[in-house]
């Protein structure tokens, strides 16, 4: 399991498709109380963190965090925006490859000659969210072919029924990253396996709660960054409640089970090997966890039909 960890949730930017979006202002983790959540990963042999925001670098005490962690025995990742250069540079210095990957993400957005710099120095990782109208920004494009650069294209998340103007279909991300991973071999994709299962794990519905958790500044713990705002699936809190009972939340009982595949787009190539998409997604935006995800039946069917269908769901659209 590894556990996906938000130090804060303050951000220098608004990003439309920022999966936080309307998230109530939680003050920053302490270092002292990360500490404490460090000991209790660690006491529970879980090898990986993932520190996630917000924009981690506006935690003061970042590094303190990644020092703590990796000293508890924790493989640490961060995924910043890359507007703290200066902050990312020390990191890198800090903290050598193996204890510590970071990710910039480039959205389209204009990219400054220090931040390409940085990129092309200390070789991060980069990555973006892919949509309907661009798939892989410019400066990506500029930056792909450097050796040593690696690129995640992540597959966007939808919070309510206006993102679905913005999402690609998973069938056709999942076409367009394999021809371009024909070009780039250095090229991954970030989808969560609620469509396509890894092979250790075909029998789950979702990793939520079985290959990860993911955890708030205050130390609420939920099975997935997706449903922070639905009280209904918080686990508990694991500065104050043991881990092991969280894990045994009544809530993770659907994601830890999977019958068959919903979607009723049956002709999809997909659809024998699909989970049915994210049900966090199709709570958010169809108010149940069991609909097939919106993000494909609004890519595949015509408007009025996929209308229909979120309308007979959720009445939210």
């Known amino acids: 399991?590894?556990?996906?960890?938000?130090p804060t949730f303050r951000c220098n930017e608004?990003?439309?498709?920022?999966?936080?979006?309307?998230?109530?202002r939680?003050?920053?983790?302490?270092?002292v109380d990360f500490g404490k959540v460090a000991d209790v990963l660690a006491g529970e042999g879980i090898e990986e963190i993932d520190f996630l925001g917000g924009e981690p670098t506006c935690h003061p005490e970042l590094t303190a965090l990644v020092e703590?962690?990796?000293?508890?025995?924790?493989?640490?990742?961060?995924?910043?925006n890359g507007s703290n250069v200066r902050a990312l540079t020390g990191l890198?210095?800090?903290?050598e490859g193996e204890k510590l990957t970071i990710g910039i993400s480039l959205n389209g957005t204009p990219v400054d000659d220090e931040l390409v710099s940085y990129i092309l120095e200390y070789r991060p990782l980069i990555k973006s969210v892919c949509n309907r109208t661009r798939f892989m920004?410019?400066?990506?494009?500029r930056l792909i072919g450097h050796p040593g650069i690696r690129y995640y294209a992540i597959f966007m998340d939808a919070l309510q029924p206006s993102d679905l103007d913005s999402c690609l279909p998973f069938p056709q991300y999942y076409r367009r990253l394999n021809k371009l991973r024909k070009v780039h071999r250095n090229v991954e994709g970030v989808y969560c396996s609620c469509y396509l299962p890894d092979t250790a794990h075909e029998d789950i519905r979702c990793p939520a709660g079985t290959t990860k958790l993911s955890v708030m500044p205050d130390g609420s713990v939920y099975p997935c960054y997706l449903l922070f705002q639905r009280p209904e699936f918080r686990l508990g809190n694991i500065l104050s409640d043991d881990i092991d009972r969280i894990c045994r939340h009544p809530a993770l009982s659907f994601f830890r089970n999977f019958e068959r595949n919903h979607c009723p787009e049956t002709v999809c190539e997909l659809h024998g090997k699909c989970?049915?998409?994210c049900p966090a997604v199709s709570l958010m935006v169809c108010d149940d966890l069991v609909a097939p995800d919106p993000r494909c039946l609004y890519g595949t069917r015509n408007l009025t039909s996929c209308r229909k269908t979120l309308t007979r769901n959720?009445?939210?659209v």
Not at 1 to 6: A, D, H, K, L, T
Not at 68 to 80: E, H, K, P, Q, Y
């Open 92 to 95: 890198s210095h800090n903290f």
């Open 14 to 24: 608004t990003c439309s498709f920022c999966f936080n979006r309307g998230i109530s």
């Open 137 to 141: 920004p410019e400066t990506v494009q």
């Open 1 to 6: 399991m590894y556990i996906q960890f938000f």
């Open 26 to 31: 939680i003050r920053d983790i302490s270092a």
């Open 314 to 316: 959720s009445g939210l």
């Open 68 to 80: 703590t962690a990796c000293n508890n025995g924790l493989r640490a990742s961060i995924s910043s």
């Open 275 to 277: 989970r049915g998409g």
